[in-house]
């Protein structure tokens, strides 16, 4: 079981929003900021769509925002497209690691 | 843009090295930490390890005693070496550009599926 955890699943109608969340075990959680979403189409690489917690890379559209709170990270995705129909998982580097990055579970995004 | 392009051979059978490789394009070595993440079919992501630019690394407790992440600084390259593979390392294994300053995987290389299978 992941010390990340993501509902298995999630879904919404085009042009509606969706938010998905990424809870850490307590104690466990990442340290300030660390939080990042990844999108993976199928058969393709996951591709990084936020970093500390709200940024997003170049080239990502600002459909795409993130929030922190306590123990929760949360993904939202406005004016749901096709195109966001993908599995989405979060990460954080965990406050008492000693090794490294973890994963949430994923969650598989269904455009209705 | 950093491109990671990575190769290796396969399918294995139990007990043989699986053996990865993944080159830089567009970008330097010391640019990142890099490391090796991995997903079973049908599942998500695992972390594996990972290398600092002057050659620090660290490996998934489950992994460390059969794991090897080396840099190739001539090649611009990463490899990953995992010995005594058995079933549970069917995988695609990525490769990933790690920021480490803010601890995010920057860029991924395509992915490369390893069976396992006797």
């Known amino acids: 079981q992941s010390a990340l955890t993501q509902p298995p699943s999630a879904s919404g109608s085009p042009g509606q929003s969706v938010t998905i969340s990424c809870i850490g075990v307590?104690?466990?959680?990442?340290?300030?900021?660390?939080v990042s979403w990844y999108q993976q189409h199928p058969g393709k690489a996951p591709k990084l769509i936020l970093y500390k917690i709200y940024e997003r890379p170049s080239g990502v559209p600002d459909r795409f925002s993130g929030s922190q709170s306590a123990n929760t990270a949360s993904l939202t995705i406005s004016g749901l497209q096709a195109e966001d129909e993908a599995d989405y998982y979060c990460s954080s580097f965990p406050v008492r690691s000693n090794f490294g990055m973890i994963f949430g579970g994923g969650t598989k995004l269904t455009v209705l | 843009q950093v491109q990671l392009q990575q190769w290796g051979a396969g399918p294995l059978k139990p007990s043989e090295t699986l053996s990865l490789t993944c080159v830089v394009r567009?970008?330097?070595?010391?640019?990142?930490?890099w490391s090796w993440i991995r997903q079973p079919p049908g599942k998500g992501l695992n972390w594996v390890g990972e290398?600092?630019?002057?050659?620090?690394?660290k490996y998934h407790p489950s992994l460390e005693s059969r794991v090897t992440i080396s840099l190739h600084t001539s090649s611009n390259q990463i490899s990953l070496k995992l010995n005594s593979v058995t079933a549970a390392d069917t995988a695609i294994y990525y490769c990933?550009?790690?920021?480490?300053?803010?601890?995010?995987?920057?860029?991924w290389g395509q992915g490369t599926l390893v069976t396992v299978s006797s």
């Open positions: 990933a550009a790690f920021n480490k300053g803010a601890y995010y995987f920057d860029f």
């Open positions: 567009g970008g330097s070595l010391t640019d990142y930490n």
């Open positions: 290398i600092s630019p002057t050659g620090i690394f």
């Open positions: 307590t104690n466990e959680f990442p340290l300030h900021q660390t």
